[in-house]
T-cell receptor
Framework: NAGVTQTPKFRILKIGQSMTLQCAQD?????MYWYRQDPGMGLKLIYY???????DKGEVPNGYNVSRSTTEDFPLRLELAAPSQTSVYFC???????????FGQGTRLTVV | GENVEQHPSTLSVQEGDSAVIKCTYS??????FPWYKQELGKRPQLIID?????GEKKDQRIAVTLNKTAKHFSLHITETQPEDSAVYFC????????????FGTGTRLQVTL
């Protein structure tokens, strides 16, 4: 199993540009999450999904959108990138509602 | 919503000593408390977790204690080794909330020789 795979690993965006961060898991997990990690801070939940076709907002959803058309994929869309979105983004998945979260390797995004 | 505070933000110990990291949470309904370890440039990985029906859990050199009355939980690492150097995050979640973990701000542990 590859686990949770995120692409790209690094990206530089200009202010106002858009992009999609890809996340795929091959563990047949229903629960998937997107977190952002700012320097010296913990992880903050952006969006989460409890299954295909179901998504909901987390703590910091503004400026982002998600979709979950399949169990495996959970892409995160950034529209009109802003410097405040410079961060490291982690996708994660879990088998149960309160089980171990398996993280992807992260995407380091810089908005200039 | 839930708020998790974590202390200290940095901790330096000598190899072989013990390290203790403490977290407090605000919502008494929280019932799941995992600890994640993140090595530099790597992804967070679960090292131990505890549920509210248990007061203590051990796994080799790592233990976690939970005090529901005081709403705090702690990570204890004994006989520390250089490979224990990393950032450790505590987290809390409420039952029925799709494991929406609320993370602490992290503790950078440095184990010196």
């Amino acid at each position: 199993n590859a686990g949770v795979t995120q692409t790209p690993k690094f990206r530089i965006l200009k202010i106002g540009q858009s992009m999609t961060l890809q996340c795929a898991q091959d563990m047949n997990h229903n629960y998937m999450y997107w977190y952002r990690q700012d320097p010296g801070m913990g992880l903050k939940l952006i969006y989460y999904s409890v299954g295909a076709g179901i998504t909901d907002k987390g703590e910091v959803p503004n400026g982002y959108n998600v979709s979950r058309s399949t169990t495996e994929d959970f892409p995160l869309r950034l529209e009109l990138a802003a410097p405040s979105q410079t961060s490291v983004y982690f996708c994660a998945s879990s088998y149960t509602q309160q089980g171990e979260a398996f993280f992807g390797q992260g995407t380091r995004l810089t908005v200039v | 919503g839930e708020n998790v505070e974590q202390h200290p933000s940095t901790l330096s110990v000598q190899e072989g000593d013990s390290a203790v990291i403490k977290c407090t949470y605000s919502d008494s309904a929280s019932n799941y408390f995992p600890w994640y370890k993140q090595e530099l440039g790597k992804r967070p990985q679960l090292i131990i977790d505890i549920r509210s029906n248990v007061g203590e859990k051990k796994d080799q050199r790592i233990a976690v204690t939970l005090n529901k009355t005081a709403k705090h939980f702690s990570l204890h690492i004994t006989e520390t080794q250089p490979e224990d150097s990393a950032v450790y995050f505590c987290a809390a979640s409420l039952a029925g909330t799709a494991s929406k973990l609320t993370f602490g701000t992290g503790t950078r542990l440095q184990v010196t020789l």
